[in-house]
């Protein structure tokens, strides 16, 4: 009779979830002794690195992936990045050790007493089974539950001495609903304010991207000859950006977003929350009378948008029907947007001449992942992403993802077989937040370019305390860090960028490499505006 283990096991492979990140644990041995030769073990050095690396795997292949914890302090440590995914809607199933069932009475070292409520409230579903032969089809149920829409992570805690139990008859291998259709008298509703409106404007969300709906919003932009925006802070690209109708990323705050909206009489919203905003800036949520329609496949975020009427449906699929419920639009589209102009010379160089730098280099088929807040608006303005599945960052706002995601972005890259370069642009403060992914990285052999604009300072905390007057707020420097002597020490490559001009040969090496290249670049101290 097969023991649980080997039942899960089972299980596993018919998911496809054969890649399994992690950092071993003594409460995980069961579970990993004698690892089968057909899956892959990726090794992290700490769980927080675990989460975003698999974090970055199922974005990069669009499939969920699978991370195992050590219990509590081992949660704990991934919860950060947990919540990133939570915000990311990412698919991830995240299992953790748990103590010995016979002991969980007297809660000895290691037990997690309330493993369950110790995911939440940033998982879909958590769940302990009360018994061993359960293991097996709380993975299905997690799996299901996972992939559903809004698509999320999932939470198993799982004790240490089930594995060798008799397993029960394995469950049965299910496939769930991905994709939900819109209400057809609700799209109809939508689709006649849509073909009523004077000046309609469209604001794209990351579920866009997720939906692998780029060609369904350039088709109803162009039906509505309107211009399109990206939601505030988008984790994904949702746009071709050098399409004439764009015209960039909305402000994250209440009044600056209203005033970008202005002359606007509907505002559709689509696959993005309604809206994601901070700081506190006061105003009005829309201009003058406008109307919001808003199109998003998560209840929740419909039940808590401040304005607007909702639709519950996938963005790529309503976007499909209403196109065809609409007449091409009586209007002419809006001009083009203005590129930016050249940056200043400067010694040290200004964020914009580095990234301008950068987007003279970047290779067709580019994948970036970006952790640099302060230097966002920069980085936006000059680089522009004209492909679907070529930019990712964190929906949290919390650090410490870019660096581990994007390793777990190129190892989806070769696992796919697609094998797109990879560069991360991540803030020397940063970069040290999961700074232990290089390791896997240089382990794994991955090309991968990391581009560290060095200004030695947590500048976005200054600018948010410039805008909130708090003047005297210490910490916020961050002096004597080598991050060329600590990619070195990881195993990496480390060639510093001593000006713009140098980056695109350096890049260029990088990403012909066997194993990945941390490029530090000097740039101005100057504290840039928030808004």
């Known amino acids: 009779m097969a023991t649980v283990r080997e039942a899960t096991y089972d299980l596993l492979r018919a998911l496809g ?7 071993p644990g003594s409460t995980e041995e069961p579970f ?7 899956f892959h073990y990726v090794h992290a050095l700490q769980e927080a690195s675990a989460v975003a690396m698999a974090d970055g795997y199922a974005q990069g292949t669009g499939r969920p992936a699978h991370v195992n914890l050590h219990t509590a302090p081992g949660t704990g440590n991934g919860m950060g990045n947990l919540v990133t995914a939570w915000h990311n809607r ?35 579903w958590a769940h302990e089974p009360a018994r061993a032969q359960d293991i097996p089809a709380a993975f299905m149920r997690a799996y299901a539950s996972a992939v559903q829409p809004p698509t999320g992570p999932v939470f198993l805690s799982l004790p240490m001495d089930d594995w060798g139990r008799a397993a029960d008859p394995p469950p049965q291998v299910r496939t769930v609903a991905t994709r939900i259709g819109p209400d057809p008298d609700r799209l109809r509703g939508f689709a006649t304010a849509l073909a009523a409106a004077r000046a309609p404007v469209l604001v794209l969300g990351a579920a866009v991207d997720r939906a692998g ?135 040290p160089p200004s964020a914009d001449a580095l990234f301008a730098a950068l987007a003279d280099a970047w290779p067709a088929d580019g994948v970036l992942v970006q952790e640099s807040p302060s230097n966002l608006a920069a980085l936006r303005r000059r680089l522009w992403i004209d492909r679907p599945r070529s930019y990712f960052t964190m929906a949290s706002g919390g650090l410490g993802f870019g660096l ?37 990285a240089a382990r794994l ?51 510093p960028v001593v000006s713009p001009d140098g980056l695109g040969p350096a890049l260029a090496e990088a990403l012909a490499a066997d194993r990945p290249t941390v490029l530090p670049a000097p740039i101005s101290t100057e504290v840039p505006r928030l808004l």
């Open 32 to 38: 990993l002794a004698d690892f089968p030769a057909d």
């Open 213 to 347: 709906a780029w060609p369904a919003a350039v088709a109803l932009a162009e039906r509505l000859a309107a211009p399109v925006w990206a939601a505030p802070a988008p984790e994904r690209g949702v746009f071709p950006e050098r399409h004439p109708q764009f015209r960039g990323v909305l402000p994250y705050a209440i009044g600056p977003l209203s005033d970008a909206l202005r002359g606007h009489d509907l505002v559709l919203v689509v696959g993005a929350p309604v809206f994601r905003y901070y700081p506190h800036v006061p105003g009005d949520y829309l201009p003058g009378d406008a109307r919001l329609l808003h199109v998003t496949d998560d209840p929740d975020e419909a039940g808590r948008a401040p304005v607007g009427e909702s639709l519950l449906g996938d963005p790529g699929l309503t976007m499909d029907a209403l196109r065809e419920l609409l007449p091409p639009a009586g209007r002419p589209p809006p001009p083009p947007r203005e590129p930016p102009a050249p940056p200043d010379e400067a010694d």
């Open 17 to 23: 979830l054969t890649t399994v990140f992690g950092n």
């Open 404 to 440: 581990p995601a994007a390793v777990g972005l190129a190892l989806a890259e070769r696992d796919t077989g697609r094998g797109r370069p990879v560069v991360v642009v991540i803030g020397d403060g940063s970069f040290h937040y999961s700074v232990q992914a290089l390791w896997t």
């Open 445 to 495: 052999r991955l090309p991968l370019a990391v581009v560290v604009p060095v200004n030695h300072q947590y500048a976005i905390l200054k600018a948010f305390a410039e805008l909130k007057h708090t003047p005297g707020v210490p910490g916020l420097d961050l002096p004597g860090l080598d991050v060329a002597a600590v990619a070195r020490g990881y195993g990496c490559a480390a060639v």
């Open 90 to 124: 990412t698919p991830l199933i995240v299992s953790a050790g748990q103590q010995t069932r016979e002991m969980l009475l007297i809660e000895p070292r290691l037990a997690s007493p309330r493993a369950v409520e110790l995911a939440q409230p940033y998982v879909k």
